[in-house]
T-cell receptor, first 117, second 113 residues
């Protein structure tokens, strides 16, 4: 099946620093990638839609200046958490959309666990 | 916005037993996805259902979408410890012009050897 990777898998940082998370589709090209956030024992919440070559679309309540998304190529999207604070600690998961004919399927990365001290 | 309700929230079964997880939508589903997640890991794609009455199987897992396309069930036959994890259903919002997914809260499955 299609493989999506994320890097790093986990990161610990000090409050006020910025953290960049990469999402790569390894064996297919993805015009669209999604970034989700998951809190313990809760479901995934969509943060933003990342489109190659254009600006990301953010969900209501997600600060676009805090969560910078760059979809530089058809296989790479990055999420940068700027000036991270402890409340930003969470599990961040990306997905990439594989289009086959008329069917689009999302494949998810393994996630990045962020801990802000 | 579309809401998905999963039941039960958690399930503990003896190895070898069958089980069913349900996912109910507040709106007609354009597409319904089932994923499995182990705690702290990414999601593994299981199946996607699109047509009313559709049923798909993969190994010992069968998923169905009802005729009205508002409810899906995931059935595991002869459960094994490897089936343990969190099962999430996701709804395709493409009918609203976007194919982002909205997820249920998940069902945590534990299988006792």
């Amino acid at each position: 099946g299609a493989v999506v990777s994320q890097h790093p898998s986990w990161v610990i940082c000090k409050s006020g620093t910025s953290v960049k998370i990469e999402c790569r589709s390894l064996d297919f090209q993805a015009t669209t990638m999604f970034w989700y956030r998951q809190f313990p024992k809760q479901s995934l919440m969509l943060m933003a839609t990342s489109n190659e070559g254009s600006k990301a679309t953010y969900e209501q309540g997600v600060e676009k200046d805090k969560f910078l998304i760059n979809h530089a190529s058809l296989t790479l999207s990055t999420l940068t958490v700027t000036s991270a604070h402890p409340e930003d600690s969470s599990f961040y998961i990306c997905s990439a959309v594989l289009t086959s004919g008329i069917r689009e399927t999302q494949y998810f990365g393994p996630g990045t666990r962020l801990l802000v001290l | 916005s579309q809401e998905l309700e999963q039941s039960p929230q958690s399930l503990i079964v003896q190895e070898g037993k069958n089980l069913t997880i349900n996912c109910t939508s507040s709106k007609t589903l354009y597409g319904l996805y089932w994923y499995k997640q182990k705690y702290g890991e990414g999601l593994i794609f299981l199946m996607m259902l699109q047509k009313g009455g559709e049923e798909k199987s993969h190994e010992k897992i069968t998923a169905k979408l009802d005729e009205k396309k508002q409810q899906s069930s995931l059935h595991i036959t002869a459960s094994q410890p490897s089936h343990a994890g969190i099962y999430l259903c996701g709804a395709d919002n493409r009918g609203a012009g976007s194919y982002q997914l909205t997820f249920g809260k998940g069902t945590k499955l534990s299988v006792i050897p």
